[in-house]
């Protein structure tokens, strides 16, 4: 699902979130522009710190659904800060639901900076808590570690492979 080139980076950001819920990657992956970057500064050692372009992000998000499933971005938990940058936002959230593989319970807390321009994701910087890795988990993308970066943020909230 294409985002219109009018909206907003706050309801761009909310539109991504509940295509995650729904587990609709594509679409998802339908919000970025094509020369997107994604970014994970606190991934610790072995894992991604950089996604560029629309396709490596959707190589790394396609398997998602397969070991997270998010139930909820509570709204109570959920802030949209805006910058003197029309195009950014500083997102506050906490994605809440399960590890498939495990069906144990999944509650993280991510910071996003999220820049939007002409109705799509080109930069989206995703703060998520390293030490998720160091919890039990599932392998993921066939990696044997397991991010819990979603994100959705896009972010996915966002999960990721090492590389």
Do not use: C
């Amino acid at each position: 699902m294409s985002a219109p080139v009018s909206i907003s980076p706050a309801e761009l950001y909310r539109h991504s979130l509940r295509l995650l819920l729904d587990k609709d990657i594509s679409g998802w992956i339908g919000l970025w522009a094509e020369d997107g970057v994604m970014e994970f500064p606190f991934a610790p050692r072995g894992w991604p710190r950089r996604l560029e372009g629309r396709e490596a992000i959707a190589e790394y998000m396609r398997p998602y659904p397969d070991h997270v499933d998010l139930h909820d971005f509570p709204e109570a938990d959920l802030r949209i800060h805006r910058t003197v940058d029309a195009r950014t936002v500083v997102v506050e959230m906490r994605g809440v639901g399960r590890l498939v593989q495990t069906d144990r319970p999944f509650d993280m807390t991510y910071i996003a900076v999220v820049t939007v321009e002409a109705g799509r994701f080109v930069s989206y910087r995703d703060y998520w808590n390293p030490l998720a890795v160091l919890e039990p988990g599932v392998a993921f993308s066939g990696s044997g570690h397991f991010s819990a970066s979603s994100h959705f943020s896009a972010s996915g909230h966002f999960l990721g492979s090492s590389r």
